[in-house]
T-cell receptor
Framework: SAVISQKPSRDICQRGTSLTIQCQVD?????MFWYRQQPGQSLTLIAT?????????ESGFVIDKFPISRPNLTFSTLTVSNMSPEDSSIYLC????????????FGPGTRLTVL | GESVGLHLPTLSVQEGDNSIINCAYS??????FIWYKQESGKGPQFIID?????DKRQGQRVTVLLNKTVKHLSLQIAATQPGDSAVYFC????????????FGAGTILRVKS
């Protein structure tokens, strides 16, 4: 499985500011995904990030609020813009394996608290 | 809308007993299912998966059962250990939608020593 790291691991931010979360993978992967996990809840897919093309956003998520970059096959960023307390969540990136079943592996997550 | 859900939000078991975590899904077109384990402060960890053309798959101490007739998925953990305490999620992967995962609500497994 791929080794995935995220920065920062946690942050406390003020309302109205923006935070960029980085996701680094130790091998080249085609598809990377960004998820949100609100406190005590399950994971919800925000968007799919493919290298060389714009991210594809799920219903309820927009590029202006969650801009994503994917400059190469091992790295992606997610920005949470103009934050409000409702954005307090864990943000997770995942990658698709190269195995026969395309399982996804997750990074450790970024715990964001917005005051 | 279509969703993947769980019957029990919390499951407490005695160390050494077997655990069974259940999951119901609503989309009969789902073709791939995954179980993840999430420990506090960590990302979900892949446990085991199963394709829709299978009924059972076994791993180390874990077994996944798929009953397509009633759209039910279960994870069985043998000889549950304190290190198994975590939140367990089932996820549905519809290959036709480009490997997007739809997660269930999650079950908290507590192992009593």
């Amino acid at each position: 499985s791929a080794v995935i790291s995220q920065k920062p691991s946690r942050d406390i931010c003020q309302r109205g500011t923006s935070l960029t979360i980085q996701c680094q993978v130790d091998s080249q992967v085609t598809m990377m995904f960004w998820y949100r996990q609100q406190p005590g809840q399950s994971l919800t897919l925000i968007a799919t990030a493919n290298q060389g093309s714009e991210a594809t956003y799920e219903s309820g998520f927009v590029i202006d609020k969650f801009p994503i970059s994917r400059p190469n096959l091992t790295f992606s960023t997610l920005t949470v813009s103009n934050m409000s307390p409702e954005d307090s969540s864990i943000y997770l990136c995942s990658v698709e394996s190269r195995g026969p079943f395309n399982e996804q592996f997750f990074g450790p997550g970024t715990r964001l608290t917005v005051l | 809308g279509e969703s993947v859900g769980l019957h029990l939000p919390t499951l407490s078991v005695q160390e050494g007993d077997n655990s069974i975590i259940n999951c119901a899904y609503s989309n009969s077109a789902s073709d791939y299912f995954i179980w993840y384990k999430q420990e506090s402060g960590k990302g979900p960890q892949f446990i085991i998966d199963i394709r829709s053309n299978m009924d059972k798959r076994q791993g180390q101490r874990v077994t996944v059962l798929l009953n397509k007739t009633v759209k039910h998925l279960s994870l069985q953990i043998a000889a549950t250990q304190p290190g198994d305490s975590a939140v367990y999620f089932c996820a549905e992967n519809r290959l036709e939608y480009g490997n997007k995962l739809v997660f269930g609500a999650g079950t908290i497994l507590r192992v009593k020593s």
